[in-house]
C-alpha cells in the first residue's frame, strides 16, 4: 500500500522508533513543532479515528502516550495529545496517527 506509515511501520522507510507494542509504533516526527513531537502509529492501516473501531487500539493509543510520557518526562510539566482528523482537522497523513508534544509551553491556539 502507497502510505508513508504503513512503510514506516513495515521497516521499508526509516524512522527513529523509540517505543513498540504488540498494536502500535511510536517514533520521532520528521518535523519536531516540540523538543518533545511523537508520533504513536497503529501498526494497522486506519484512515482516520473515526475509522478505527477496534477499542483495544484506541485504548493502547492512550495507554502507550500516558506511558511515553512519563518515560520521556513531560508528564509532570505537561503535555498535549492531537489527533488531527480529515482536511479542516488538518490530518496530512490518512493512517490514523496520534502526535505527543511536550517539552515547551505549548502554543495556547486551538484552532
Ligand atoms: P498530520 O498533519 O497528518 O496530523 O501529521 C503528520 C505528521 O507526520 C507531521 O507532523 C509530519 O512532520 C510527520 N511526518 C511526515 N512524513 C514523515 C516521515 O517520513 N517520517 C516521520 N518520522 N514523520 C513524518
Ligand atoms: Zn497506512
Request: hydrophobic fraction near 40%; glycine fraction near 8%.
Amino acid at each position: 500500500m502507497d502510505c508513508i506509515f504503513c512503510k514506516i511501520v513495515s521497516r521499508e522507510i526509516p524512522s527513529k522508533i523509540v517505543h513498540e507494542t504488540e498494536r502500535l509504533i511510536v517514533i520521532e516526527d520528521i518535523n519536531p513543532q516540540a523538543p518533545t513531537h511523537l508520533l504513536l502509529i497503529p501498526k494497522t492501516h486506519y484512515l482516520t479515528i473515526l475509522d478505527c473501531d477496534d477499542r483495544e487500539v484506541l485504548a493502547e493509543l492512550l495507554d502507550t502516550a500516558r506511558k511515553i510520557a512519563r518515560d520521556v518526562g513531560v508528564a509532570k510539566k505537561g503535555f498535549r495529545l492531537v489527533v488531527n482528523t480529515n482536511e479542516e482537522g488538518g490530518q496530512e497523513i490518512l493512517h490514523l496517527h496520534m502526535h505527543l508534544l511536550g517539552g515547551k509551553v505549548l502554543s495556547g491556539r486551538m484552532g
